[in-house]
């Protein structure tokens, strides 16, 4: 069974830093890519980065890059992001997502979903 | 970037009733669509991808078409546990953009 537990969230002053995790379990995880999905309280989805299944290809939306840093540690099954330079439209609930195919070269959206985890921007 | 545009916003259903929810691209994508269902306080769930392929165990009462900048997802015999909020997104080019949504209710 495919698990995606998230952790790692919680509120933080504008300026600070948080590093959200995502521990996967059920699949062979150095196969497949990962994404960081968040949503603003009542709002819609807004994508935030993705990650190949070796790490070595990144993407990131322009409200995030150079300030966030998407990484995996496939030794520990686990995703990372590390937010720097947090400001108050960060504020959402964070989602890790499991692409649906193990393909490499092209992007494949996601199949599992982690629960989710809120990041709270805020003095 | 590319704008994903969904309609209706929201609409009032029925059990029982036959749904469709269309999103439109700013561009071509081809069929490079995914749709998601999310129910409130919950994480999303995958429907769809390649605007027609059912993600595994998703029930056959959902169907996607489409191709180029119109889609619809179509839910046929709504059922108590579909009133949700959906999304649409496409993976044709970054940035990965998604719809702004469209509530069922009941």
């Known amino acids: 069974e495919v698990q995606l537990l998230q952790s790692g969230g919680g509120l933080v002053q504008p300026g600070g830093s948080l590093r959200l995790s995502c521990a996967a379990s059920?699949?062979?995880?150095?196969?497949?890519?990962m994404n960081w999905v968040r949503q603003v309280p009542g709002k819609g989805l807004e994508w935030v980065s993705d990650i190949s299944g070796s790490g070595g290809s990144t993407y990131y939306a322009d409200s995030v890059k150079g300030r966030f840093t998407i990484s995996r540690d496939n030794s520990k099954n686990t995703l990372y992001l590390q937010m720097n330079s947090l400001r108050a439209e960060d504020t959402a609930v964070y989602y890790c997502?499991?692409?649906?195919?193990?393909?490499?070269?092209?992007?494949?959206?996601?199949?599992?979903w982690g629960q989710g985890t809120l990041v709270t921007v805020s003095s | 970037d590319i704008q994903m545009t969904q309609s209706p916003s929201s609409l009032s259903a029925s059990v029982g009733d036959r749904v469709t929810i269309t999103c439109r691209a700013s561009q071509g994508i081809s069929n490079y669509l995914a749709w998601f269902q999310q129910k409130a306080g919950k994480a999303p769930k995958s429907l769809i991808y390649g605007a027609s392929s059912l993600q595994s165990g998703v029930p056959s009462r959902f169907s996607g078409s489409g191709s180029g900048t119109d889609f619809a997802l179509t839910i046929i015999s709504l059922q108590p546990e579909d009133f949700a909020t959906y999304y649409c997104q496409q993976y044709n080019s970054y940035p990965l953009t998604f719809g702004g949504g469209t509530k069922v209710e009941l």
């Open positions: 059920g699949f062979t995880f150095s196969s497949y890519a």
């Open positions: 997502a499991k692409a649906y195919y193990s393909g490499s070269g092209s992007y494949y959206p996601p199949d599992y």
